[in-house]
Nanobody
Framework: QVQLAESGGGLVQAGGSLRLSCAAS????????MGWFRQAPGKEREFVAG????????YYADSVKGRFTISRDNAKNTVYLQMNSLKPEDTGVYYC????????????????WGQGTQVTVAS
């Protein structure tokens, strides 16, 4: 069984920064592809950023490219999301998700989820 736990959310002014962390329990984390998703009130959950285990490649939604950076520390079983130049439209609950092997940008295809952490960006 794999468990994921996010932390680092909070309230920030537009233009500010936050760093989210997702700590994973379980073995073989280095062979897991990990992603960050978010869900705003009244909207569907959407892909934000992901990293593929096989070659450490990274992927971003167009709305966050150049502002957000996903990274991972396999020794700590942790994946991070550095969020800079935050905008009010970045507000939402941020979730990390993971799968052994394949990176899925579709929320429905991700097997494991954290409980989420709230990010609120004030204008």
């Amino acid at each position: 069984q794999v468990q994921l736990a996010e932390s680092g959310g909070g309230l920030v002014q537009a233009g500010g920064s936050l760093r989210l962390s997702c700590a994973a329990s379980g073995r073989a984390f280095s062979t897991w592809s990990m992603g960050w998703f978010r869900q705003a009130p009244g909207k569907e959950r959407e892909f934000v950023a992901g990293t593929r285990w096989s070659d450490s490649s990274t992927y971003y939604a167009d709305s966050v490219k150049g502002r957000f950076t996903i990274s991972r520390d396999n020794a700590k079983n942790t994946v991070y999301l550095q969020m800079n130049s935050l905008k009010p439209e970045d507000t939402g609950v941020y979730y990390c998700a993971g799968n052994a092997g394949v990176l899925y940008m579709s929320p429905a295809r991700n097997a494991y989820w954290g409980q989420g952490t709230q990010v609120t960006v004030a204008s």
